[in-house]
Structures are given as structure tokens and as C-alpha cells.
């Protein structure tokens, strides 16, 4: 580099101190001195360091002429090494341009030898109008994947004749070597569902846990999903078919994660009884089979989920609203929820991500949370948000907006007191009570006990629809009360 520096310098001193030559005689010099340099110093530098060799030598001439004057003679001599350093630069980067391409075409012509070559990330391939896939354990990448020779694959007993050449977008390049074909579905009970690739991807995550055939579960389901939507505009459909999930399946009360066949579609669908990532996906099959395209199955942290943190939870996005048909069905619930009970049904995205974060956003502190953290914690992402739906029909809300409407403090557990607040109470003695200055008898009565626990677990089971009942402040023989919510109630 100190050689380069030196005879450098000396050429620009030369330029500064030269005399005056024709035009000809620099362009020979010039030239004659440039190919004889070049040629010298190419076989010592990189192609990178020549190319900031000669980045730096143009500058200093740059610099030269703007803060120097010459003659004409001299002016054409920098000027000639200018443009023939850039022109020797260009080659540079070309020859390096060409020498990449080359290797490429050399892996490429490579890897074409190979019988089973796939283009895409899943494998997924269509033959004889079945879609198949490889399922497969390990993979092998070459970092260098450019400079790979034939003797680098043998060396690793990679065999054009047996193993899967990989390609993917960005040109790495993966080998894979012990894998087994596996039919996914067959092309005629799909082949007009627009999200196909979407589908497929589902049914080969599944197929890694049972492989068996499914085709006449899907041609079930499809038939089940075409009767129930058939004539409906969208949202109907989605409501139908979203009322059948929950009509239909139940979320096992218990389950070992060890067992994977309880997120295997297949096996669950035999059973009725899933978790919440074939909730899910049944969801998805039957709205593609619905043609109703625009979804998304995500699968992030939940972190009032009963198995969190140890295990994601999965839900729908359809449109731009969301869909948790697991929450609306959790294995405490004795009876299927209505519709006017759905909780999680076309809710938008600020409200449903109240409780869900996606891997890199959770915070971490809250794995190592207690649920009753978690609540309040759920309660300050919500309370933001009461102005915006104040009036709104959201399930979701009404615990937030039933305390909000009635002056009290959302943060808190409901009490009798508060209960109060919320409804008209009457005092009970001997059956009878006094209404709107009438004097009424009770002849037949069914009640919850109040106290004041759990009165908001009881609120969300009558899903807030209170107006048919009374609270009694009730007289007991040993002239105690008790406070009781009473239903189906027959007076006189």
C-alpha cells in the first residue's frame, strides 16, 4: 500500500511540474502507464481493495484539479486518468459481477440434476391432481452455497437420484435427505377454494401428527359446511358456521400436552373434543369451503388463556374483525353460550388485543404473574378504550360498562352494595314484599344467593340481562338476611 501511495504521489507530482505535451502523446502516456500499473498490482490486491485503491486515487486527483490551475496539456492528462481509473473500476466490478453469475449457473446446473426439487418453503406439489408433501426432520445448508461441488455432496450423501434439493428465495440452498412423501388431499375437493395454499399448509402441520387419509373427512365436512351456508350472505354464514363449532365440539376438561393427538384435526374431529388449535382450523376449513377467503389463523400469547404460558393460543381474523371461538366455549361452561352470549365474536382489533401479544411484544414479566395480576392487568387495557364503545353491543365490555354507566369503580369486584346501585332491591318478611305501594305474596320462587363473592362471575352468566329479576333483601326465622337474585317468580 506504501508502494502504491509513493508511486502515486509521484505521478501527481509529475502532472503538476510537467511540460506541455500534444494530445496524443498524453493519451499514449497515460494510458501505457495505467495498463502497465494495473497489470502489475492486479495479481497482489482483491478486487475490493483495488476498487478502494482507485476510489481514493480519483479523489485525489479530483482534488488537484479543483484547487489547482494548469495548462491544457496538463488538464487532459488528469482528466485521461480519471476516466481511466473509473473505466478500470467499472471492469472491476463487472468481472466480479460475472464471476458470481458463474458460480450460480454452476449451482444451478448442479442442483437441476436433481429428481426432486422444490421451489417453495412447504414442499407442496401437485401430482396426478393429488397434493402431496415431504415431511422431514433435519435439512443440511451450505453457507457457501454458491461454491458447492459435486464431490461436497457425496462427501455429505447427498444423491441427486434420493435426496431434495431446496431453493429458496433469498438462493440458500438446503438439502434434505431423510424424508417420506405424504398425500395431503386430493385436488378435487379443494381445487376451487381461492386461499388453496393457505388450506394446504393447515392440512400438512396436521399430517406431521397423524398421517392417515382424510379425504372423506373433508369431503364430510365440506358437504356439513355446504348444507349449513348454502343461500346466506357472508356474515350469516360465518355466524352459522361459527354457532355449529361450539354446537358441536367441546374443549376437553382434561388433556396431557404430552398427548400430541390432541392437536391433530384429524383425531379430534372423530372425537368432538379439541383445543383451541383445531378450533380454529375447522374454522378456517369450513369458511374457505364457504368461500369466504380473507382469513388468517394467528397464533400468539393469550394471557388469560388457562394454559398460558405454557402453550400459544390460536384465533381467527376474518375481514378486519376477530374470532375466538375457543373462548366462547371454555371447559367451565355447562351449556353451550347462544349467540347473544358470544364474547369473542366480530370483535375489532383494538378489543380483542386487550389480553393478546404476539412473541416478540409480551411483556416477559407477565409469564411470572398471578391470574388475579393478569385481571387487573387486562381491566387497565380495556379501560381506555369504554369511551370509544360506551355504546356499543360488545359481550366483552358489559362487565366494564354496566360499573361505568352506575358510578362505580371499574377496577373493583362487585358487592351487594354496589348491586344496589344497579337495581331496585325490595325487603322480603314472611313472602311478602311491598312494591309501588302495592303489597305483594310470594307464592314460587328459584334464586341465586348473593354475597359478596363472585357476584361478577354471576353477572357474566346471565350475561348482564338482569331486567327480569329482583333482589331481595331477605328475612330469615333466626332474624337474619340474606340477599337473593330471584327468577321465575310467581306473586300474588
Known amino acids: 500500500m506504501i508502494k502504491?501511495?509513493?508511486?502515486?504521489?509521484?505521478?501527481?507530482?509529475?502532472?503538476?511540474?510537467?511540460?506541455?505535451?500534444?494530445?496524443?502523446?498524453?493519451?499514449?502516456?497515460t494510458k501505457n502507464w495505467f495498463n502497465n500499473y494495473s497489470e502489475k498490482i492486479s495479481n497482489k490486491l482483491s478486487i475490493d481493495k483495488e476498487i478502494s485503491f482507485f476510489n481514493w486515487f480519483n479523489e485525489k486527483l479530483n482534488q488537484l484539479l479543483i484547487n489547482k490551475k494548469y495548462n491544457q496539456a496538463q488538464l487532459g492528462l488528469i482528466n485521461d486518468l480519471i476516466k481511466l481509473s473509473n473505466d478500470y473500476t467499472f471492469n472491476l466490478e463487472l468481472s466480479e459481477k460475472e464471476k458470481n453469475n458463474k458460480l450460480i449457473l454452476q449451482t444451478n446446473n448442479l442442483v437441476k440434476k436433481f429428481k426432486y426439487l422444490s421451489y417453495n418453503p412447504d414442499h407442496i406439489f401437485l401430482e396426478n391432481w393429488i397434493w402431496y408433501t415431504y415431511i422431514y426432520d433435519k435439512h443440511l445448508v451450505f453457507s457457501e452455497w454458491k461454491n458447492i461441488k459435486p464431490e461436497d455432496l457425496k462427501f455429505n450423501n447427498i444423491f441427486p437420484d434420493k435426496a431434495i434439493a431446496f431453493l429458496l428465495d433469498n438462493n440458500s440452498l438446503w438439502f434434505i435427505v431423510n424424508y417420506k412423501k405424504v398425500k395431503l388431499i386430493s385436488d378435487s375437493i379443494i381445487f376451487w377454494i381461492p386461499n388453496k395454499y393457505w388450506f394446504l399448509k393447515e392440512i400438512k402441520d396436521?399430517?406431521?401428527?397423524?398421517?392417515?387419509?382424510?379425504?372423506?373427512?373433508?369431503?364430510?365436512?365440506?358437504?356439513?359446511?355446504?348444507?349449513?351456508?348454502?343461500?346466506?350472505?357472508?356474515?350469516?354464514?360465518?355466524?352459522s358456521i361459527y354457532d355449529y363449532i361450539l354446537n358441536n365440539i367441546d374443549y376437553p376438561k382434561t388433556y396431557s400436552l404430552d398427548n400430541a393427538n390432541i392437536f391433530s384435526w384429524i383425531d379430534t374431529f372423530k372425537n368432538k373434543s379439541w383445543v383451541c388449535e383445531w378450533y380454529t382450523k375447522i374454522f378456517m376449513y369450513m369458511l374457505n369451503f364457504a368461500n369466504i377467503n380473507d382469513t388468517e389463523v394467528i397464533r400468539w400469547y393469550v394471557i388469560d388463556a388457562i394454559d398460558f404460558p405454557k402453550v400459544w393460543h390460536a384465533w381467527v381474523r376474518i375481514w378486519n374483525e376477530y374470532f375466538d371461538p375457543t373462548f366462547d366455549d371454555p371447559i367451565w361452561n355447562t351449556k353451550t353460550k347462544l349467540y347473544?352470549?358470544?364474547?369473542?365474536?366480530?370483535?375489532?382489533?383494538?378489543l380483542i388485543y386487550t389480553n393478546r401479544y404476539d412473541f416478540n411484544n409480551l411483556p416477559q414479566y407477565l409469564k411470572e404473574k398471578d391470574k388475579d395480576f393478569l385481571k387487573w392487568f387486562i381491566t387497565q387495557n380495556i379501560i381506555p378504550l369504554l369511551p370509544k364503545y360506551k355504546n356499543s353491543w360488545y359481550n366483552i365490555l358489559k362487565p366494564y360498562l354496566m360499573k361505568l354507566n352506575n358510578?362505580?369503580?371499574v377496577d373493583k369486584e362487585l358487592d351487594i352494595e354496589d348491586l344496589k346501585k344497579i337495581m331496585w332491591y325490595y325487603e322480603v318478611i314472611d313472602m311478602k314484599f311491598t312494591k309501588n305501594w302495592t303489597k305483594n305474596t310470594i307464592t314460587n320462587i328459584n334464586y341465586?344467593?348473593?354475597?359478596?363473592?363472585?357476584?361478577?362471575?354471576?353477572?357474566?352468566?346471565?350475561?348482564?340481562?338482569?331486567?327480569?329479576?329482583?333482589?331481595?333483601?331477605?328475612?330469615?326465622?333466626?332474624?337474619?338476611?340474606?340477599?337473593?337474585?330471584?327468577?321465575?317468580?310467581?306473586?300474588?
Open 4 to 29: 502504491k501511495i509513493l508511486i502515486t504521489s509521484i505521478l501527481l507530482i509529475s502532472i503538476i511540474y510537467s511540460p506541455v505535451y500534444a494530445d496524443n502523446e498524453i493519451s499514449i502516456t
Open 206 to 239: 396436521d399430517k406431521k401428527i397423524i398421517n392417515s387419509e382424510t379425504d372423506n373427512l373433508f369431503n364430510t365436512l365440506k358437504s356439513n359446511t355446504i348444507n349449513l351456508t348454502k343461500w346466506k350472505d357472508k356474515p350469516t354464514k360465518i355466524k
Open 340 to 350: 347473544d352470549d358470544y364474547e369473542y365474536f366480530w370483535l375489532p382489533k383494538d
Open 407 to 409: 358510578w362505580i369503580d
Open 448 to 492: 341465586y344467593l348473593i354475597d359478596n363473592t363472585d357476584i361478577d362471575d354471576l353477572m357474566v352468566q346471565l350475561n348482564f340481562n338482569i331486567d327480569w329479576y329482583y333482589l331481595f333483601k331477605w328475612k330469615l326465622d333466626n332474624w337474619n338476611y340474606e340477599y337473593r337474585l330471584a327468577y321465575n317468580l310467581v306473586i300474588k
